[in-house]
T-cell receptor, first 114, second 111 residues
């Protein structure tokens, strides 16, 4: 079992550029979650999907953020345009059924926006 | 709505001493509760979970937690701290198709 896979692991970009973060959930899992972690705000849930359908995106900070899940094995989180305050570690997690079951986290993508 | 409060953002203990990390929850239904651990530069990893079976739950690495409904608590303990336990620990409660995480407690182990 490969676990949740995220890419890239590190990303450095300049303000105004588009950033795309990628996630491959554990095979057979039905729910997928995107989180952001910063020292100031801790761990924040941005959006989650169940069976590839977005269920709750109330945590998405603003319209610059968008997420898609075109199929059961792939999801993207896009920031356009990026800003320095978006610098954080972004985690993807998946769970077998609903989000109320154990969630399995990926290693994260560390994003730095200059 | 479900929520958790972790008491103490930073806990420091000596190697070999008891570890106690506190978590109180709020839930309108019998809760599912979780403890996760995050080592530096890694994602969160499940330590243990409570799903209304036994009130004392044993997890990995010698950790355990006791569900106390009367106190709405789910504190995490380990009898003897090891240097490798240094990490951040998160308590979480299930609700509305997601997990609600606490703010985390950073555990430091002194030699």
């Amino acid at each position: 079992d490969a676990g949740v896979i995220q890419s890239p692991r590190h990303e450095v970009t300049e303000m105004g550029q588009e950033v795309t973060l990628r996630c491959k959930p554990i095979s057979g899992h039905n729910s997928l979650f995107w989180y952001r972690q910063t020292m100031m705000r801790g761990l924040e849930l941005l959006i989650y999907f169940n069976n590839n359908v977005p269920i709750d995106d109330s945590g998405m900070p603003e319209d610059r953020f968008s997420a898609k899940m075109p199929n059961a094995s792939f999801s993207t989180l896009k920031i356009q345009p990026s800003e320095p305050r978006d610098s954080a570690v972004y985690f993807c997690a998946s769970s077998p059924g609903t989000g109320e079951e154990t969630q399995y986290f990926g290693p994260g993508t560390r994003l730095l926006v200059l | 709505a479900q929520s958790v409060t972790q008491l103490g953002s930073h806990v420091s203990v000596s190697e070999g001493a008891l570890v106690l990390l506190r978590c109180n929850y709020s839930s309108s239904v019998p809760p599912y509760l979780f403890w996760y651990v995050q080592y530096p530069n890694q994602g969160l990893q499940l330590l243990l979970k409570y799903t209304s079976a036994a009130t004392l739950v044993k997890g990995i690495n010698g950790f355990e937690a006791e569900f106390k409904k009367s106190e709405t608590s789910f504190h995490l303990t380990k009898p003897s701290a090891h240097m490798s336990d240094a990490a951040e620990y998160f308590c979480a409660v299930a609700g509305a198709q997601k997990l609600v995480f606490g703010q985390g407690t950073r555990l430091t182990i002194n030699p």
